[in-house]
T-cell receptor
Framework: DQQVKQNSPSLSVQEGRISILNCDYT??????FLWYKKYPAEGPTFLIS?????DKNEDGRFTVFLNKSAKHLSLHIVPSQPGDSAVYFC???????????FGKGTSLLVTP | NAGVTQTPKFRVLKTGQSMTLLCAQD?????MYWYRQDPGMGLRLIHY???????AKGEVPDGYNVSRLKKQNFLLGLESAAPSQTSVYFC???????????????FGPGTRLTVL
């Protein structure tokens, strides 16, 4: 049973605009949430994370928002750039020692 | 500092053949993981290890075995390959976390395996 869900398989955004990628989870024990970015033929690379004690974490153009009551998190990319075109995976873990549960990914295309 | 490396990058097997995928990390991480990625399925955990000499099952362990004889290496074995094991396999190691900080997982470049 998928505990981390990314319901949008793909998203297309114009360069300079905001990209919003969404993720929902079902396990209330999850305390850590991460976003990974993956280019074709490469392994995923870590982008940004947030723990359940926060509702927002920002790193440059990337911001992750966490809504625990709704079991929902989102990744905002502002402004979007063509180099951001990749598959983005949402992942979650019940504590810092556990393996990650991944969503199925959202393919982002940023067009010039 | 090579990070996480995987050998081989590509492999084609016939049904019933065996093979071992090698993962190596030079970051002195305790935790290591093997995932598989299939189209539309995201990454699913096969096995993991919390330290040298230890292994544990993940979400989809059937048909695979693992060994962690040395801290820096994590081996994934297929004893009798099946077409359902056609996939891209990713190895990862995790940096220490603690408190409210989760350790980052570093992934290798992947091994693309086809079983005919």
């Amino acid at each position: 049973d998928q505990q981390v869900k990314q319901n949008s398989p793909s998203l297309s955004v114009q360069e300079g605009r905001i990209s919003i990628l969404n993720c929902d989870y079902t396990n209330s024990m999850f305390d850590y949430f991460l976003w990974y970015k993956k280019y074709p033929a490469e392994g995923p690379t870590f982008l940004i994370s947030i723990s359940s004690i926060k509702d927002k974490n920002e790193d440059g153009r990337f911001t992750v928002f966490l809504n625990k009551s709704a079991k929902h998190l989102s990744l905002h990319i502002v402004p979007s750039q063509p180099g951001d075109s990749a598959v983005y995976f949402c992942a979650a873990s019940p504590n810092s020692g556990y393996a990650l549960n991944f969503g199925k990914g959202t393919s982002l295309l940023v067009t010039p | 500092n090579a990070g996480v490396t995987q050998t081989p990058k590509f492999r084609v097997l016939k049904t019933g053949q065996s093979m071992t995928l090698l993962c190596a990390q030079d970051m002195n991480h305790e935790y290591m993981y093997w995932y598989r990625q299939d189209p539309g399925m995201g990454l699913r955990l096969i096995h993991y290890s919390v330290g040298e000499g230890t292994t544990a099952k993940g979400e989809v362990p059937d048909g695979y075995n693992v060994s962690r004889l040395k801290k820096q290496n994590f081996l994934l074995g297929l004893e009798s390959a099946a077409p359902s094991q056609t996939s891209v396999y990713f190895c990862a190691s995790r940096s220490p976390g603690g408190g409210f900080v989760i350790g980052e997982q570093f992934f290798g470049p992947g091994t693309r395996l086809t079983v005919l």
